[in-house]
Nanobody, 122 residues
Framework: QVQLVESGGGLVQSGGSLRLSCAASLNIFSFMTMGWYRQAPGKEREWVATITVSGSINYADAVKGRFTISRDLAKNTVYLQMDSLKPEDTAVYSC????????????????WGQGTLVTVSS
């Protein structure tokens, strides 16, 4: 089964930038929509951004214009570039892989990474 490993979290000042990485153990981008989610302390997990099999990209309103999702097919890695960070962006960020219909027929299941903590100080 696919494994996802995130990295790149850390402590940054308000207005700063971080780039998160999500490395997949297999070449799955042709079969799975890749997404980033976050969960702040005491809050529900929320969707941040996704990039589909076809390359379509969507962002949550809270991060639109500040965050950029991308993928490197050769490296089986999805990135989340986070700029103009705010204290309210503080959360554990997790990578998600959701299979397309074709992916499900091939036996892929939804997978989550372990998460990486991002802390933005004011």
């Amino acid at each position: 089964q696919v494994q996802l490993v995130e990295s790149g979290g850390g402590l940054v000042q308000s207005g700063g930038s971080l780039r998160l990485s999500c490395a997949a153990s297999l070449n799955i981008f042709s079969f799975m929509t890749m997404g980033w989610y976050r969960q702040a302390p005491g809050k529900e997990r929320e969707w941040v951004a996704t990039i589909t099999v076809s390359g379509s990209i969507n962002y949550a309103d809270a991060v639109k214009g500040r965050f950029t999702i991308s993928r490197d097919l050769a490296k089986n890695t999805v990135y989340l570039q986070m700029d103009s960070l705010k204290p309210e962006d503080t959360a554990v960020y997790s990578c998600n892989a959701e299979p397309s219909a074709a992916g499900r027929r091939m036996g892929y299941f939804e997978v989550w990474g372990q998460g990486t903590l991002v802390t933005v100080s004011s």
